[in-house]
């Protein structure tokens, strides 16, 4: 089984409906990113968290909003779809020191039609 | 300015030769550095990180740090196909405490 998990890997949905992306980890990190990518944008960082207790905003945080429901549990949430939000999204989790690496799950593609 | 700047690509080179990759960052603060590498439709998976002012060579990567300069590079000696992907450049923040922040990638393609 993958360490960091990503539901659902594809969805389809239409403008304005709200859509949730899961992440779940078991490698028993306390920081947790969503990423967003785009063509020729690389990963723009949507939200990070340290603990339950503890979310950041990152680069392009509006129109998104995130849940840390336990340690292994991170959520991402668009509440209102729209079509810029057409991206792939990557959920990752990294290690409690400075050189420690981002490890992804697999990515979710989202499409808002 | 985007905090994190990778050369434009596409790069593209023949087989057995050196890739040079490029990226310069902003934040003076920042203390670590890392390339990542992506095959198409697959998660980003990490190939070195650096720290320190220098060279970090693991077999045919070689990372390059430059403080002063800002400036991050990634050499890949004798360029094999399978190194075709994209290359992500990240560096953390120097104010935002465990955010990485990522460039906008460099398409390499390795040609036979």
């Known amino acids: 089984d993958a360490d960091v998990t990503q539901t659902p890997r594809n969805r389809i949905t239409k403008t304005g409906k709200r859509i949730m992306l899961e992440c779940s980890q078991t490698k028993g990190h306390d920081r947790m990113y969503w990423y967003r990518q785009d063509p020729g944008l690389g990963l723009r960082l949507i939200y990070y968290s340290f603990d339950v207790k503890d979310i950041n905003k990152g680069e392009i945080s509006d129109g998104y909003s995130v849940s840390r429901q336990a340690q292994a549990k991170f959520s991402l949430s668009l509440e209102s779809a729209i079509p810029n939000q057409t991206a792939l999204y990557f959920c990752?989790?990294?290690?409690?020191?400075?050189?420690?690496?981002?490890?992804f799950g697999e990515g979710s593609r989202l499409t808002v039609l | 300015q985007k905090e994190v700047e990778q050369n434009s690509g596409p790069l593209s080179v023949p087989e057995g030769a050196i890739a040079s990759l490029n990226c310069t960052y902003s934040?003076?603060?920042?203390?670590?550095f890392f390339w990542y590498r992506q095959y198409s439709g697959k998660s980003p998976e990490l190939i070195m990180f650096i720290y320190s002012n220098g060279d970090k060579e693991d077999g045919r990567f070689t990372a390059q740090l430059n403080k002063a300069s800002q400036y991050v590079s990634l050499l890949i000696r004798d360029s094999q196909p399978s190194d075709s992907a994209t290359y992500l450049c990240?560096?953390?923040?120097?104010?935002?405490?465990?955010?990485?922040?990522f460039g906008q990638g460099t398409i390499l393609t390795v040609h036979p």
């Open positions: 990752a989790t990294r290690e409690d020191m400075n050189t420690g690496e981002l490890f």
């Open positions: 934040d003076r603060g920042s203390q670590s």
């Open positions: 990240a560096a953390t923040s120097g104010t935002s405490y465990g955010k990485l922040t």
